[in-house]
């Protein structure tokens, strides 16, 4: 088995006629956190997606763990665990049965089941509202419930896509400190992505920059300073990618979403 | 073990929504009433017998047809607020976790109906023989499930509500009304006798009057056969439908 968790070779993914990956390669060392950034619509989800057996690639390899992510889809499930962008916890289930049900679904002996969901549950503090329906939570605690769900079935690698989004200082600092914390003691490698650069900065070991479907840049903090001649990373960021704002293509299940969203908030 | 908990995780979202258990009885309820006792004394009149007796058996498959496709709401739901991703993440297939999920969507629509039975029976509807009760359930166990797998089929193919509800309005508001479920098949102009002996619904009904009250269309034979191939049809849209969302 190589150094390398993750290792994906020439991934391309076209919809139609529409590139939104194209040709990219790279590999995250066992125990890295590794940042994965990009401006809306560079090919970032669609990567995630990719990388978590959500989405078939139009070309290209990827390997997790020394599994072929493609051709066997669910030996490759067991090796991860995913936070998404959107919260996707069962709001009518209370926090505990949400645990219950992921350790069912990965096939978790009901005694490790247990154990783990208190001592993941204790971890995010969480443990005290256990029995409390999930719909009744804040966004802050729902985004920690669905770290310590991801977590219950020891994946090697953990995928954090946007986990900060919509969260204040306080909760993300928080959050971090956890990841940070797992990191460490259980030595998993950490994928995330993110638009807040000081972050990336503060806990990534190296990053990788995607714009218009191309990795442009890929390495450690101090290599994308010096190789962009800046001070900090949002200047190194806004050097590769420009300043151009980015129009993204409104994917209708979003669209859908907000509209949603806007109307229980009147 | 999954699909006990899939099934479990529908048992408990629908035991915890008091307004959709009400709300699903009370639509056939308030057909069962309006209809029995509006038209009741004319069909009467008209010397066919007794018009509670025949709708009951039409009432039991409306309560199942609507609560099984309104059950494909549930998917939409997972499929736009999240939870079907956790679900398509984790290492099951998707015709377990289908599975799972429409046995829950069958057990709480078959909860209803079994409901409406005993609510008709209040208003002096009676089985016209008890041994044959449980094959009229086993019927109304098979139509459920391919409902479900139906509702949760279309439910796969379209991304919002309003679309969902589109198909409920021009599909199966039609299926129902044309199925002989209210009024007999046997008064219908010719064209539409056609169009009922088309519909598949309509042999669930007349299966339901065959062992319920002894009154039927077709034979029932025919009925069962016609339900047999409907349930293989649907679970294979059901499946192959729900195999294909990507998020």
């Not at chain 1, 959107?86 to 992921?102: C, G, I, R, W």
């Not at chain 1, 306080?170 to 650069?197: A, C, P, S």
């Not at chain 2, 209809?35 to 008209?46: E, P, Q, T």
Request: glycine residues 8%; proline residues 3%; aromatic residues 12%.
């Amino acid at each position: 088995m190589s150094d390398s968790i993750i290792d994906v070779k020439n991934l391309t993914k076209i919809y139609g006629e529409h590139k939104v990956v194209k040709n990219i390669s790279f590999s995250v060392a066992r125990g890295e956190v590794f940042g994965f950034l990009g401006p809306n619509g560079a090919g970032k989800s669609t990567t995630i997606k990719m990388l978590t057996t959500l989405l078939k690639p139009t070309n290209g390899t990827i390997k997790l763990d020394g599994t072929n992510v493609i051709e066997e889809k669910n030996e490759a499930r067991f090796s991860f665990g995913i936070v998404f962008q959107d919260p996707s916890l069962d709001d009518e289930l209370t926090a505990y049965e949400n645990m219950e049900l992921h350790g069912v679904l990965y096939h978790l002996p009901k005694a490790d089941r247990i154990k783990r969901s208190e001592e993941l549950m204790k971890l995010v503090e969480l443990w005290d509202r256990k029995d409390s329906l999930v719909k009744t939570f804040s966004g802050g605690m729902k985004r920690r419930l669905e770290i310590a769900r991801g977590l219950l079935h020891h994946p090697k690698v953990l995928f954090l896509d946007e986990p900060t989004l919509g969260l204040d200082t306080q909760t993300r600092n928080l959050l971090w400190d956890y990841v940070e914390k797992l990191n460490k003691t259980e030595g998993m490698t950490i994928f995330f992505t993110t638009h807040y650069l000081e972050e990336a900065e503060n806990v990534a070991d190296r990053i990788a920059v995607i714009d218009d479907g191309k990795i442009i840049a890929n390495g450690t903090v101090k290599q994308l300073l010096a190789l962009t001649k800046t001070k900090d990373l949002e200047s190194a960021y806004l050097r590769l990618t420009g300043k151009q704002i980015r129009e993204e293509e409104v994917d209708p299940n979003e669209a859908f979403r907000s509209r949603v969203r806007s109307r229980r908030m009147r | 073990m999954e699909i006990y908990y899939l099934w479990l995780r529908q048992i408990k979202r629908y035991t915890r929504s008091k307004s959709r258990m009400i709300g699903a009885v009370g639509q056939p309820l308030l057909f069962l009433l309006a209809l029995g006792y509006g038209i009741g004394s004319l069909y009467k009149r008209a010397g066919n017998g007794n018009y509670i007796e025949f709708l009951v058996p039409g009432i039991i498959i409306q309560t199942i047809l609507f609560g099984a496709i309104f059950w494909g709401i549930n998917i939409i739901w997972d499929k736009q607020f999240g939870f079907l991703k956790e679900t398509l993440v984790a290492p099951v297939s998707r015709l377990r976790i289908l599975m799972g999920s429409a046995l829950g969507g069958s057990t709480t629509t078959l909860a209803q109906a079994t409901m409406v039975f005993f609510l008709s029976m209040l208003l002096g509807f009676r089985p016209y023989n008890w041994l044959l009760v449980p094959l009229a359930l086993i019927v109304a166990m098979l139509f459920t499930f391919a409902v479900t797998c139906f509702g949760a089929g279309l439910a796969s193919r379209v991304n919002d509500f309003q679309g969902f509800q589109a198909i409920n309005q021009f599909l199966i508001f039609p299926l129902f009304f044309l199925s002989g479920a209210l009024f007999p098949i046997q008064g219908f102009p010719k064209a539409l006798k056609i169009i009922a002996s088309c519909n598949p619904v309509s042999y669930s009904v007349d299966a339901m009057r065959h062992l319920l009250i002894n009154q039927g269309y077709f034979q029932l034979w025919k009925d069962l056969a016609v339900l047999g191939l409907m349930v293989v049809v649907m679970v294979w849209f059901g499946v192959s439908s729900f195999k294909k969302i990507e998020t």
